[in-house]
């Protein structure tokens, strides 16, 4: 079976990165933060989760510290949240995919949450690009894509994420 890394930028998240890290560290076989100058406890919450970390001073380019984090790891998938999501459901999905080689990207179903509330719309999924492979880089400096031309695939994992 193939390696899957957990890999997130972070920036002041010492409030909600636990969860994101405790969500995943289960189903993942190594676990990065790249950090782009917190000046909160960020650094140590995810160290005390068992993440490894890294500082990359912040460049104002989100595709820039994307593919730095990425290329921090070893693993041949990388699994991309952000630190105020966590794994909802259907973790189990990780592990299937991880067993098939064929080069592909996972989109991932994440629900918004901080919708919802009275008169506001309930909270919608999107289905967002999430599980890389190896090699898959991001373009854009504010509104990242990926740089990528392999297929997308479903899978029932469900991130959600708080805002």
């Given at each position: 079976m193939s390696s899957l890394a957990l890999v997130l930028i972070a920036r002041d998240e010492a409030r909600c990165i636990d969860r994101c890290l405790r969500s995943a560290a289960a189903f993942v076989d190594e676990m990065w933060v790249l950090d782009t100058g917190s000046q909160d406890d960020t650094l140590s919450v995810a160290?005390?989760?068992?993440?490894?970390?890294?500082?990359?001073?912040w460049r104002g380019?989100?595709?820039?510290a994307r593919n730095a984090a990425l290329a921090l790891c070893g693993s041949d998938w990388r699994l991309v949240m952000h630190a105020d999501e966590w794994i909802g459901g259907c973790a189990a999905a990780l592990q299937d995919w991880c067993r098939d080689t064929t080069p592909r990207i996972g989109e991932l179903r994440v629900t918004h949450l901080d919708g919802g509330a009275e008169g506001l719309?309930?909270?919608?999924?999107?289905?967002?690009?999430?599980?890389?492979p190896r090699g898959v880089l991001y373009d854009g400096w504010m509104h990242e894509q990926l740089r990528s031309d392999l297929p997308r695939r479903r899978?029932?994992?469900?991130?959600l994420h708080g805002g």
């Open positions: 160290r005390r989760c068992g993440a490894q970390v890294a500082v990359w001073p380019d989100v595709a820039a719309a309930p909270p919608l999924p999107s289905w967002l690009p999430r599980l890389l899978l029932p994992l469900q991130l």
